[in-house]
């Protein structure tokens, strides 16, 4: 199995590929990362799940440090845009934001969701444990047998450094952004 977040796999002198050493604001609070496409309407989906305290959007993944939007829509950074989800696991489980995750985009198709093209766009399920590394494994195997022939194209890695989008994206479409804004 892959390093655990918080876990430096080996010495690097970038911090684009460490792991994502964040905390949530409470002890007994966790984090996750979710790439499902454009990060606007994944994060509004996690918004309304009762036990999620707070979320933000950014990019994560990729190989340099401290990108934004312009570059890592040029696709010569590896990062994705994903959603970073603080939520309560006693109010609600991991296996509840895995469900979300899957009903909110199509993982069979390869950096790309609906006309949003571009390996930013992929799809991406990034743990912070083992726990998660294991739901996360599990309801792919089980979303894939569900799919039958389509072939799922999720990774699951650890997560690796958050770097927060900038303040526009941050709740976009619960402040009233137009979704095709940008398409």
């Not at 985009?105 to 992929?122: A, F």
């Not at 022939?149 to 303040?167: C, S, V």
């Amino acid at each position: 199995m892959a390093a655990k977040a918080g876990e430096n796999s080996g010495a690097t002198n970038n911090p684009a590929l460490d792991p994502d050493l964040d905390r949530p604001d409470h002890p007994d609070h966790e984090l996750a990362q979710f790439g499902a496409g454009c990060f606007w309407g994944v994060e509004l989906a996690f918004q309304r799940v009762t036990g999620v305290v707070k979320t933000e959007v950014g990019y994560s993944q990729g190989h340099v440090p401290d990108p934004n939007y312009k570059l890592v829509c040029t696709g010569s950074t590896n990062h994705v845009e994903v959603v970073r989800v603080q939520f309560d696991p006693a109010v609600c489980p991991y296996t509840n934001l895995l469900s979300l995750f899957w009903s909110r985009h199509d993982p069979t198709t390869l950096n790309r969701q609906g006309g949003d093209v571009g390996t930013q766009y992929r799809s991406g399920i990034y743990y912070y444990n083992d726990l998660q590394a294991r739901l996360g494994q599990e309801s792919l195997e089980a979303k894939q047998k569900e799919l039958k022939d389509k072939k799922i194209m999720t990774e699951i890695l650890p997560a690796k450094r958050f770097y927060k989008a900038e303040e526009y994206h941050q709740q976009y479409l619960e402040k009233g952004g137009d979704l095709n804004r940008y398409n």
